[in-house]
């Protein structure tokens, strides 16, 4: 009797924790307003669920892969996120344009926000990227023109449609290069 009461008792805590973290971030700013920037794990799909019951104002940034996810793990949290958000914000516009495909409700306010660089790096990443380059492929890079795609590797990203596309000048010129970087 004693292990089904603990167990009935940690059920109903971890029942009640998205509700705490959705307070906790609320306690005494009922005026405020939650970002979330991101809608992958499952923790913050229970405390966007858990705002949207206690009526706590909030915004979602989507990437590509959060609505890829959403829509095949609970076809109407979707709904639900974007029926109770204040405004959508998308990654890019091939995730707006994603967003359109796979919803069936217009969608609200949105914006579009871009990924950004921190400038301040580029000058020592471009160094130290060149001589690695160098090294791991025994190319000289000096006087070439450098095609990069860094994506996650999935068909959507639409590296096969840039290597169709240079596939003429790289095999006619010793002047380019293209490189391939990410995960999948």
Excluded at 2 to 30: D, Q, V
Excluded at 90 to 113: C, D, G, H, M
Excluded at 156 to 173: C, E, F, H, V
Aim: aromatic residues 10%.
């Amino acid at each position: 009797l004693l292990r089904k009461i603990n167990s009935l008792l940690y059920l109903g805590m971890e029942e009640l924790t998205p509700y705490r973290e959705a307070l906790t971030l609320f306690r005494g700013w009922w005026n405020r307003h939650i970002l979330f920037t991101s809608t992958y794990e499952q923790e913050t799909k229970k405390v966007i669920s858990k705002c949207i019951e206690l009526n706590i104002k909030f915004s979602v940034v989507f990437h590509g892969l959060d609505l890829i996810e959403i829509k095949r793990q609970n076809d109407s949290f979707l709904d639900k996120v974007c029926n109770n958000a204040k405004f959508l914000v998308f990654n890019s516009e091939a995730t707006r344009k994603l967003f359109v495909q796979l919803q069936s409700s217009p969608a609200k306010q949105s914006y579009i926000l871009y990924p950004g660089i921190n400038p301040a790096q580029i000058d020592s990443a471009e160094s130290t990227s060149v001589s690695t380059l160098k090294r791991r492929y025994d190319i000289d890079f000096q006087q070439k023109t450098v095609v990069l795609s860094l994506a996650r590797l999935v068909k959507r990203k639409g590296i096969d449609i840039a290597l169709r596309a240079l596939a003429p000048i790289l095999d006619t010129s010793d002047q380019y290069r293209y490189i391939i970087a990410g995960d999948g």
